[in-house]
Structures are given as structure tokens and as C-alpha cells.
């Protein structure tokens, strides 16, 4: 059963801010790729149409290796990365760094681990 509600979340400083719609019940995916294993992210995708930017757009520097597939977005102020962009194979997705969300504690959520550095 989805236990979809809607997040706020934001980079550390507070110019980037966004809100998304996502059911944190399953678990979020922690990669071991050369970014992911340095920023410690702890990945929720979700389908472009349920995350909704609110404020930063100006504030978004944009970071791509590899395939050049994600927009690695971090705030160009404190550097924090609060949510990327790509695609996959639903169409356009983002993925919500869930350590950015408001009231979620990262310790509480089943984590998945994902190989990347071997793709």
C-alpha cells in the first residue's frame, strides 16, 4: 500500500527549495558511484510531473560525468545537492537526496544499495 505524501526540502542555505511527492515506506537507494560515494546522498525517484521546484533555479549549478545522462544539481552557494534530474525508463525523472527533506529522519529509512561503480 503507497504511503505517498508530499515532502519539503531544501540545500543548507535555503535558496534552493522544492516539494515533492513521494512514498517513503519502500526503501531510498544509496549508490557507491565515484559522485555518490563522496556527496552521500540517500536517493527517492520520482516522476517529474510530482516534484515541483519553488525557489533557486538561479541558485542551481549543474554537474555531469560519465554518460551525461543526470543533471547533478547543487546549490552554488553552500554546495549542497538537494535533487537531480535525468531520465528513466518511465520518462523524466527526479531523484530527491531524501538527507534534504524536512522532518525525515535518514536513520528511520530502509536503504537499498546500488553497485554503480561497477556499471
Not at 84 to 110: H, I, K, Q, T, Y
Request: with cysteine; aromatic share 8%; net charge neutral.
Amino acid at each position: 500500500m503507497s504511503e505517498s505524501k508530499t515532502y519539503h526540502g531544501s540545500c543548507h542555505c535555503g535558496n534552493v527549495k522544492y516539494e515533492v511527492e513521494l512514498d517513503l515506506s519502500g526503501p531510498v537507494t544509496a549508490c557507491n558511484c565515484s559522485m555518490c560515494s563522496r556527496t552521500g546522498a540517500l536517493m527517492a525517484f520520482v516522476p517529474e510531473d510530482k516534484f515541483q521546484l519553488l525557489s533557486g533555479e538561479d541558485s542551481l549549478s549543474d554537474y555531469q560525468f560519465n554518460t551525461k545522462k543526470i543533471h547533478h544539481l547543487f546549490c552554488s552557494n553552500c554546495g549542497v545537492r538537494p535533487f537531480a534530474r535525468g531520465s528513466g525508463p518511465g520518462g523524466a525523472m527526479c531523484m530527491v537526496n531524501a538527507r534534504c527533506l524536512e522532518g525525515v529522519d535518514p536513520l528511520a529509512l530502509e536503504v537499498k544499495h546500488w553497485d554503480g561503480k561497477s556499471r
